[in-house]
C-alpha cells in the first residue's frame, strides 16, 4: 500500500464539511490503496472542534502532532472581542470597524503573511525532512486555508523532490476577504508572489469549484483538477425524522456571516407572521454553528426572536439530522462578488439531507448551478423580494397539505467515496 502525508491545519475539523475533507478522505483512501499520515497542530486556535467525527478515522491511522505558536491573544486584545460587530465569524468583510479593530486587521494582514500560521512553517519542515528519512511516503498533500500549509509543502518539495498536491479548499489571493485584509502594495504582492510559487511548482493543483479551477488553470502550466467538497452516505444511513405538522421549519447550518445576511428574506418572513398567526405559531428558524451577532439582531427588529433557536455548534451527526428535519434549508452567499465562484461545502450535505434549498445569493454562481443540475433548489438574489416571498408562499402551501417533497436529482458524483477514488487517481 503506498503512503500519503496528509498535512493539515484542522484536525480533528469542526463540523463544517469543507474542513472536514480531509478527514473524510482519510476514512476512505485505504479503499483505493492509500495509507494516510497526519500532519497537524496539537493546539490550534479553532473556534470548535468535533471529536465525534474522529469515529470516521480507521483504526490505525498514524496522527503526527507539533506545538504551535499563534498571536491571537494579542489579536483578540486588539478587537476588544470576539462579540463586537464586524468581528464574528469573518472579521475580515467590508463592514464598519472601529479604530482597533481596523489595526487589528491591518497589523494582522501585514505583519504575518500569508496568515498568523506562518511561524509553524520552519519548524514544521524541519521536522518532518528528519521524519521523512526515517518514513518515506509516495505524496504529499497540503490542504488551505490557512495558506501556510501550502509553504510547508512547498519547502518540502524542494528539499526532497517528494511528489506534492496542492489542495486549495478557497482561493488564495481571489478569495472574497483578501481586499479587506488592509494589506499594504508590497504585502499584496508577497501574497502573490507565494501564490504563484505554489502554483507553479507544485505537481498537481486542486480546486474545489470550477471557476476556480478555471482561474488557477489559467495562471499556471501545472496541471488543476477539480473535486469538489461532498457528504457521506454513511452520515445519513439513519432515517430520515418525520417532519412535524405544527412546525414549519427553516434551518441553516455552519458558519452564518454577516456580510451574507438574507435580509430580504427575514423582511418576507415577519411580513408573513404579521399577516398570518398561523404561520407564525408554526415558523422555526434553526440555527445551528457560528452565528453573528447581526444576524440575532435583524431577526430581532423583525420581531422574530421569538420563532429562533440559536443552537450554536452541534456534533456532526445532530447537524445532518437537523438539515433533514427541515421544510427549507439555507443558504446565504456573501455579499461579495469573488463568492460566486464558490461551492460552500454545506451544499453538498443539503444535497444528500434531500431537503429543499433557498439559496440567497449570486444568480449566475457556481452555487447556483449546483443547485440547479441537482434540482435541490434555487438561488435569488439578495434583493429579490417577490421570488423569496412566492418561494416562501409555494412551501407553506405544502407544508399544509403534507406534500413536502425531497428533491430527487443526482448527486452520486458528490460522495466522499466517489470523490476520494477521483483522488486516489491524482495521487
Known amino acids: 500500500m503506498k ?3 496528509i498535512i493539515t491545519y484542522y484536525w480533528p475539523p469542526t463540523g463544517g464539511s469543507g474542513v472536514q475533507r480531509w ?20 493546539n490550534p486556535e479553532q473556534l470548535a472542534t468535533d471529536e465525534s467525527l474522529l469515529t470516521d478515522i480507521p483504526e490505525g491511522v498514524t496522527v503526527l502532532k507539533r506545538p504551535i505558536r499563534e498571536p491571537y491573544n494579542m489579536y483578540r486584545r486588539f478587537f476588544g472581542g470576539s462579540s463586537a460587530k464586524g468581528a464574528g465569524v469573518n472579521p475580515l468583510n467590508r463592514q464598519k470597524k ?3 479593530q481596523r489595526l487589528a486587521v491591518l497589523l494582522r494582514g501585514n505583519l504575518f503573511v500569508p496568515d498568523p500560521r506562518v511561524g509553524w512553517v520552519k519548524p514544521s519542515v524541519r521536522f518532518l525532512k528528519n521524519w521523512l528519512r526515517d518514513n518515506p511516503v509516495d505524496a504529499v498533500v497540503t490542504t488551505g486555508p490557512p ?15 517528494v511528489k506534492w498536491i496542492a489542495d486549495f479548499r478557497d482561493p488564495w489571493t481571489e478569495m472574497h476577504y ?22 507553479d511548482e507544485a505537481d498537481t493543483v486542486i480546486a474545489v469549484s470550477a471557476p ?39 434551518v441553516h447550518t455552519g458558519l452564518f456571516a454577516s456580510d451574507g445576511n438574507p435580509l430580504a428574506l427575514w423582511d418576507v418572513l415577519a411580513r408573513k407572521c404579521a399577516a398570518d398567526s398561523n404561520f407564525r405559531a408554526q415558523l422555526r428558524i434553526r440555527l445551528a454553528g457560528k452565528t453573528d451577532a447581526e444576524i440575532i439582531e435583524a ?22 439530522q437537523l438539515q433533514r428535519s427541515a421544510n427549507i434549508l439555507l443558504l446565504p452567499l456573501r455579499q461579495e462578488p469573488e463568492y460566486a465562484k464558490a461551492l460552500p461545502g454545506k451544499i453538498f450535505e443539503y444535497l444528500a439531507a434531500r431537503r429543499p434549498v433557498l439559496g440567497i445569493g449570486q444568480e449566475g454562481g457556481a452555487a447556483a448551478a449546483v443547485l440547479s443540475d441537482t434540482g435541490a433548489g434555487v438561488m435569488y438574489d439578495w434583493d429579490r423580494v417577490e421570488p423569496v416571498r412566492n418561494y416562501i408562499e409555494s412551501a407553506w402551501e405544502r407544508h399544509l397539505v403534507g406534500a413536502d417533497n425531497a428533491p430527487e436529482g443526482n448527486i452520486d458524483q458528490y460522495s466522499r467515496i466517489a470523490l476520494t477514488e477521483k483522488l486516489s487517481g491524482i495521487l
Open 299 to 320: 431577526l430581532s427588529v423583525r420581531g422574530l426572536s421569538g420563532n429562533v433557536e440559536n443552537l450554536e455548534y452541534l456534533p456532526h451527526w445532530q447537524t445532518v
Open 98 to 100: 472601529s479604530f482597533k
Open 212 to 250: 476556480v479551477r478555471d482561474d488557477f488553470q489559467s495562471r499556471t502550466k501545472t496541471p488543476v483538477v477539480l473535486i469538489t467538497n461532498g457528504f457521506d452516505t454513511d452520515d445519513f444511513a439513519k432515517d430520515a425524522p418525520v417532519l412535524p405538522p405544527d412546525r414549519f421549519t427553516l
Open 178 to 199: 483578501f481586499k479587506h485584509m488592509g494589506l499594504l502594495p508590497w504585502t499584496a504582492a508577497r501574497h502573490r508572489s507565494m501564490e504563484q510559487k505554489v502554483l
Open 147 to 161: 495558506q501556510s500549509m501550502h509553504l510547508i509543502g512547498l519547502r518540502l518539495h524542494r528539499s526532497t523532490g
Open 3 to 5: 503512503k500519503v502525508l
Open 23 to 42: 478527514v473524510k478522505f482519510t476514512k476512505y483512501l485505504r479503499r483505493f490503496g492509500w495509507e494516510p499520515v497526519i500532519y497537524t497542530p496539537e
